[in-house]
């Protein structure tokens, strides 16, 4: 027909397929498409996104060494194992408390802490060639070879922890200041308290290396079987209104300065006589003659003195 596709005849289709399957077996190039490789989508990080990718993983391999030392110190040193802390040991209440010999340099508590040992058993601290200090704030305690020094700018106070008695305090305020038992010298920079006195056996003693001051608010009283005052240099007594000797005073004159020639009483200089009553009352007398005596027309030795 003129209007539509010719048909063909079933052997027409027979010869047309032999002839295609025969022209694609023969032709090896039959499905080959060229391609551009830089045209095909690439996968995997590549750029930016690769270098990060790598300073990720470098950074992931440090960590993993400081986590391996981390570790091996744990192991070694603190000695934690799968029984827990060999050396140490963690209490719920706060307490640290140490299992065998520990070798520390200094130890900065958080907070109040207290040291203490196991019933029964004694704490030992040692330093190897140096002090051992324990200090908290201002206070501090030393305890080396040959001396132990306690240091505070508020006071301390030594206190049973069993009965809470106080055994030895600095507070004059409630406590009458005393020496625990033993103890024989006190080293202080300056004390205030109402009274210094010793035991009716032993002597009290007070010495410095430079100058002693000694002052009180309602006057100095100082009593005693035999007071001794030895100095390298002056002794200076100052009182507002009188200074009493009541007893023996006895005076060496053998260590008095003495003066040597003859004495002139006409060149003008005033010199005057100490002279004391009955009462230990002390008074000068302006010496006028050679062998002028205590006698004055003032006689301040009266009841109205």
């Known amino acids: 027909s003129s209007n539509g596709p010719v048909k063909k005849s079933m052997r027409e289709k027979a010869v047309e397929r032999r002839s295609v399957n025969k022209e694609h077996n023969s032709n090896f190039k039959a499905g080959y498409v060229p391609i551009d490789e830089d045209r095909l989508h690439k996968t995997g990080l590549r750029g930016r996104k690769g270098n990060l990718a790598i300073c990720v993983i470098v950074l992931l391999f440090i960590l993993a060494v400081i986590n391996l030392i981390i570790t091996l110190v744990i192991w070694v040193v603190i000695r934690i194992g799968p029984n827990g802390c060999e050396s140490m040991e963690f209490r719920d209440s706060g307490l640290l408390r140490f299992k065998q010999v520990s070798d520390m340099g200094i130890i ?69 200041f005393h020496l625990p038992k033993g103890v024989k010298t006190l080293n202080v920079q300056k004390a205030s308290t109402e009274r210094i006195t010793s035991s009716a056996s032993s002597d009290l003693k007070i010495n410095v290396d430079g100058h002693i001051t000694v002052r009180g608010n309602e006057g100095v009283f100082i009593m005693g079987k035999t007071i001794d005052f030895r100095t390298g240099g002056n002794i200076v007594l100052k009182a507002e209104n009188s200074i009493i000797l009541n007893g023996s005073v006895m005076v060496t004159p053998s260590r008095l300065p003495t003066a040597t020639g003859e004495l002139m009483y006409d060149d003008g200089t005033e010199r005057y006589k100490l002279c004391m009553c009955a009462d230990g009352t002390l008074f000068r007398v302006l010496v006028e003659s050679r062998n002028m005596g205590c006698l004055t027309s003032v006689n301040p030795c009266g009841s109205v003195y």
């Open 108 to 176: 900065h508590p958080l907070y109040k802490s207290t040291v203490g040992g196991r019933r029964n058993e004694d704490l030992v601290i040692t330093g190897n060639n140096q002090p051992v200090i324990l200090q908290q704030g201002s206070t501090k305690l030393s305890v080396g070879k040959s001396k132990t020094s306690i240091t505070s700018d508020l006071g301390m106070e030594f206190v049973d922890p069993r009965t809470q008695n106080t055994l030895f305090s600095t507070d004059y305020e409630k406590h009458e």
